[in-house]
């Protein structure tokens, strides 16, 4: 088995491509830290044996390892490397059908009449221009809510993205840009944390 790594914006964390599935199509990805319940993620139990591992991101083909500040990745890749090709060399499942419903994303607000059809708006531009290229970077992006009344669009970063040095800047030129464009009632983008 040949495990390709790719350097993230974010230096605290690599991305892990196993060149397999690692979530079942259609499914979300899903985030764990250290301290999480990963009794139904035994990947990400092994991967959190390891010292200094902090957060695991999983999503649809490649695995987002970040490590604890101090730490450093030439000590640190073998081990990650080693659990990961064990881990499917064995025949595991990166995680238990339980899991995914615990972690889908959900709106933090209900939406009707206009405002459901703005949001729904959002929410596809995400889906279709912003995920995927946040997804190259070993991350992903997940809106929370939009605010009709000053135009504010909360989203959440997760995997590589979440604590990234550049994740305010990928908001603001980035995101922040592309929905005021394309959706005028959008006058700006919050992170939630």
């Known amino acids: 088995m040949f495990i390709q790594t790719e350097d993230t914006p974010n230096p605290a964390t690599l991305k892990f491509l196993p060149g397999r599935e690692v979530l079942a199509t259609g499914l979300p990805p899903i985030e764990l830290e250290k301290g999480d319940d990963v009794s139904t993620a035994p990947l990400a139990e092994m991967l959190f044996s390891i010292p200094n591992i902090e957060r695991v991101f999983f ?99 997760k ?13 603001k030129s980035g995101v922040e840009n592309l929905l005021r464009h394309y959706v005028p009632e959008v006058t700006r983008v919050e992170q939630a944390f």
């Open 59 to 157: 999503g649809a083909d490649f695995i987002s390892v970040s490590r604890s500040n101090g730490a450093d990745w030439p000590r640190l890749k073998p081990a990650v490397l080693g659990a990961i090709m064990d881990f499917y060399v064995a025949g595991g499942d990166t995680m238990h059908d339980t899991m995914q419903s615990e972690n889908a994303s959900v709106d933090e607000e209900v939406y009707e009449g206009d405002v459901l059809e703005i949001v729904e708006q959002i929410k596809e531009l995400i889906e279709t221009r912003i995920r995927p290229a946040v997804a190259q970077d070993g991350g992903d992006i997940v809106f929370r809510k939009f605010d009709i009344r000053d135009g504010t669009v909360t989203l959440q970063m």
């Open 159 to 171: 995997g590589a993205c979440a604590g990234c040095p550049s994740s305010a800047l990928t908001l």
